[in-house]
């Protein structure tokens, strides 16, 4: 297991990762805060250090349609996006799901204007949750590093053929320089392997048809045969997986879990802030509380099952949402969580909190309160709020409007 | 080099496009693609634009296509084509190909003009090596004949209605030919399908050209332009023979007209054989009329003179 | 209105003919939803004739629904225009598969396969010269059968050869499902709006004249009902992933031959072989053999004549169907 560490930002590691798989297209457009990924990768081109073609398209729905084509015609396709960017690729995203088309694309998570706001939330890659895309959320560069390394892996899995994203948090990871532990490219190529395409639009002795128009009589068989694509994914995930962590020692679940086995109140949250965490879990835990963490990796495929069954016996469970779903007075993570629990009869408290939306802050001592107010759940009976909070929000008093917090987290610090 | 452009020849070959398409009776796009594609002398990689061509040629499981073909979406085959020639240049690089392809873009003037119009600028300044073929029948045919940026000055579509205030399309339409050659690329052309052997000739040049190349072609609708489905080489003709629709090419910049009416018709000789211009023929346009002349002769000058813009 | 005596087949005259005149609307023929099917053909006025139908139940203070069913096909092609009309408010919005009537304004378009799901008392109208009983025999339908030579009737209105006006009148006066006073009235409103007033005047005189000229026959022929042989579509775990398609010209299969209302006739000792008509043929439709002209193929000629129309001699003219 020959590794090396080097000292990079998330962006620079998806960059290498990138290289590594030796793509023949890549497809970009700048944003902030995916630009490094794209400014790095340009490098490894003019220096001849990677041979791949790289278009540097004119916006991103431009980029992701130079993505599609290059997949249809044989071809292993990276690109990189975040927030308006991935918000303006969105039909065509849509469009690579569909053609069942592999391909990976880094979402450095940012959130969607208006206002505008270029700091992380998860709002851009939640906005396309339903697109039929493989989605994995990364806590750190190494993760985002080795994800890119798996999500090709599965994503051109012949009985997946699905593209997918590798999702990480602006800037606390996109621009956060940190050890991360590298493959050689032998290891890497011979864990991804080489490029099998499953269609190939350049084989001119068998001339395909490739998005035919499908009506009601054909429609709803494709996107049964899609779903049918991420159950595969979510069946194979687990073995890519294995076989990653024999290549590289790191050992990835479909989530992530930190003290969780016997912890009765459970934080569950997407992205970095469930690494700060961890931090908060080690003090509790050495108070003599009984906490831990569950961080979803892959978002889609969502392993409802398993995660319920991880779940069942915990007393108390807070969801932390980095993106709002407007009016289902939900977060994306809140519905998915309660949804699996409600399916699997796993009867646990949820609260769920919306956070941290176009970067705001959420320190260990904010993470500390949760904790705290989960116990007040266990110890008091009451049932958390059947909406989501809206955590370290400015209320207005009562009288101008503002509504009575269920919960003031600073309260409960001290 | 290459194939010949001998009529004869090309008869023993199979149509790049077949038969069994749902487009109307009397479509010229169809004949328009069969005529570019007929003057490669390699494989042709084909990318469509959603539009009646696309809906129309591909109805699952069927397809009239007897090439490699995709569609994408609507505003994206520039960049889809673009996406595929970097493919085939890197798999080429890597020795996973060997054979020489072109590729060739198909849009309508709603995909061109208006919606596609930043793709496709995009694909032709980056240099991807295309042919980019707008069938340009001036407005949105598959949506049920709305305006669209092609659509001339005073002409009737269902969102430029000829009502008691306003009368048929109310601007000058987008030169979209001069727009493309100002990205001096190395062919842009105008085609008409009632010249065809101009067309094939310059499709063939399109072919060669060193980089990304562009053909705009008159496209008659026989709903949109409310004329027979027999007509439609005709009112192509017609539209040649007024200098309406002028037919040159810029080859390296350099900007030459391919056909030369042999007697400048007026105008109105167009109008009143298409149900579209039919009340321009009122006596209370005619000073409309006269204003679409006068553009009409002053874009033929200029072009005679070899300024497109 | 004519009816039909069948000889050797059961004949009667439904019962709400006899009361369409005074006894208008959806109780006339005993139900308390009629759903109705138009076939025509992309610019025959299928989807105008629904809507006129429409319009006309509304005056007679029906509940209704006038739809059409978008495809890919462009003009020429076969379409599908549809109506509810019911006594009360019309809850359902989905296709309609079992309809009460079906009316078919193109005479090329009568097949069996017209007769998809057409209820077993339900009425078939058909623009056609020929008798209810050539028509039922023809598709093997045991039913209710009202004809009518939709193409004499507007010649008589002096009126462009478009059935779909005709054709209400039938549908009205065979089924009784709506008088003839509120059909008139929304056909002149709606030709009038849209074409002026003696336009909208010829319409309705062509309302009357279908009126009086429909023939209506009933038939029940228990040897005629054929198994349908529809083929079943494949299962989501037989397509191709993302759709893509390996049979280069396969819509090859699919016959526009039907499209047409008229034919080129080729004439080979006027031909010159210019090939004008293989340039510009939209259907690949001109077929030559070692660069000669041989003919036409008519599975897939939709009958638009540029061929004709570009042929500098007389090899080529464009005759009727029929």
Redesign the interface.
Known sequence: MQQETRTLTGNEAVALATKQLRP??V?AYPITPQTGIIETFSEYVSNGEV???L?????E???M???????????R?ATATSSQGLALMA??VY?AAGMRLPMVMAVTNRALSGPLNIHCDHSDSMMVRDSGWIQIFCRDAQEAYDSILIATRLSEKQSVRLPAMVCYDGFFVSHNLTPVQILTDESVFSFVGPFKAGVD????LH?????????QN?YLEFKRAQAEAMRQALDWAPQIQEEFRLVSGRSYGMFQQYRLEDAQLVLIALGSVSRTAEVVVDRLRSAGWKVGILAPRFYRPFPRAELSSALVGKRAIAVLDRADSCGAFTGPLGLEVKSALFDHGVTVPVWNMIYGLGGRNITEQDIEGIFFQLLKIVQTGTAPPEDADYFGVREGPAEAGGSQKWVEVSTLRN | MGRSLN???L??E??P???????????????IV??VLMAADR?V?V?NATG?L????????????????????F??A???????E??????M??G??R?P?YFVAFGGDGGTYDIGL??L???L??GHRFVYVCYDNEAYMNTGIQRSSSTPLGSWTTTTPVGSVTVGKSTRRKDLTAIISAHRIPYVAQCA?SH?MDLMRKARKAFDATGPAFLNILSPC??GWRI???????VSQMAVDTCFWPLFECEEGKLRVTVQPKEKKPVQEYFQIQGRYRHLLRPEHEALVAKMQQEVDQDWQRLKEGRIL | MQTELGSGVDFYVNKAIGSAMESPGVEAIGAELVEVRWHGR??QGAVTGAKILARAATKEGLWIQAFSEF???????PVLAFNRIGANEIRTYAPVEEPDVVVVIDPALLERAVLRGLKAEGWLVVNTPFSPRQVARNVSFSGTVATLDAAAVSREASLPPLANIPMLGALAAATGLIQRSALEEAVFETFRASLGEETARKNVRAVNLAWSQVRIGHYLDPGSTEEENECALPSWQELEPG?T?Y??????????GM??SSYPLFKREECN?C?RC????????IM?N??KVTGI?L??C?????C???CPRDALK?VPEN
């Not at chain 2, 040629?57 to 569609?71: D, E, G, I, R, S």
């Not at chain 2, 970097?86 to 798999?91: E, K």
Request: a negative charge.
């Open positions: 023949h297209v497809a041979d791949t073609e278009v540097l398209a004119e916006s729905h431009s980029a349609s130079i993505c599609v084509g290059a997949a249809a015609a044989g071809s396709v039909e065509i469009i639009l350049l084989d001119t001339p395909a048809t490739m998005g035919a128009l499908a009506l054909y | 009529l004869k020849e008869t023993r199979t149509p496009l077949g038969p069994g398409h749902r487009l109307c009776a009397g479509c010229t796009a169809s004949a069969r005529l494989p990689v990318v009646c696309e809906v129309a040629t591909t109805v699952y499981p069927y397809t009239a296509w007897n090439m490699p073909w995709m569609h994408n979406a505003e994206n520039a960049a889809t084509v673009s996406g595929i970097a493919a085939y240049r890197v798999r690089r890597r996973e190909l054979e392809l930043q793709s600028s995009g694909a300044e980056r399908i065809h026989v709903p027979e489905p027999s007509d439609t080489v005709r | 992309g610019g495809g890919p096909e462009r003009r020429g092609a759709g398609l049979q280069p010209g396969s819509a090859r299969d699919y016959l526009t499209w047409r072989d090939l293989w340039v510009f043929c939209p259907d690949t439709s030559t070692e660069g193929d599975q897939y939709k009958g638009c004549g540029v004709a129309a570009v464009m």
